[in-house]
């Protein structure tokens, strides 16, 4: 029972180049989420999806884009890293009428 | 302003008690959680309480809500140098999914 795994856990890119962090969970959840996670600021809802196929737009989207093809997997693509998007990200997802949240332990990466 | 807020820190010393604030501006919130972060590690769920409570016991840990005033607080009993960690305060809005974050308190228990 892994709950919800996040890879990479740690990444330094470049400037420019791209990425995909993948989030995956074994629970069966309808909704999954990705966060931010800076400095002094709490965490923040970049997209969410609340069933395979379907994403929409958090609090800080830019930047961002998602995608949920199978229902087990939610993909969170940065097209052009900026030195911005240095944070730590996470992952989370939760069943459909269950408030119960849970989290991935997390991606660190930093942009030079 | 800020939806959700939290002071920064708190000192205790072991085996005190230590009190955690939270405030919210969202009369809609329907839940309202704890999270508990220690270094280096993701978000670990101490508990939650649904709007139309006052209050929640989970053995060390007390929830108080009060809804007039949107305030939120953790009472953690006997307080151990494990507890040493950022607690975050979080809600969920009536219609929506997603949980908002405050920006953490950082308790430090000294021995």
Redesign the interface.
Known sequence: NAGVTQTPKFRVLKTGQSMTLLCAQDMNHE?M?W?RQDP??????IH?S?GEGTTAK?EVPDGYNVSRLKKQNFLLGLESAAPSQTSVY?C?S?IQGN???T????TRLTVV | GED?EQS?FLSVREGDSSVINCTYTDSSS??L?W?KQEPG?????LT?IFSNMDMKQDQRLTVLLNKKDKHLSLRIADTQTGDSAIY?CAE?KEGR????????TRLQVQP
């Open positions: 909704y989420y966060y002094g600021m709490g965490l923040r809802l969410y609340v958090g996470f989370a939760n408030y119960g949240y989290f991935g332990s997390g | 959700v920064l329907t839940y959680y999270y590690a993701g978000l670990q769920l939650y975050f969920v999914r997603a949980l908002t974050f405050g920006s953490g």
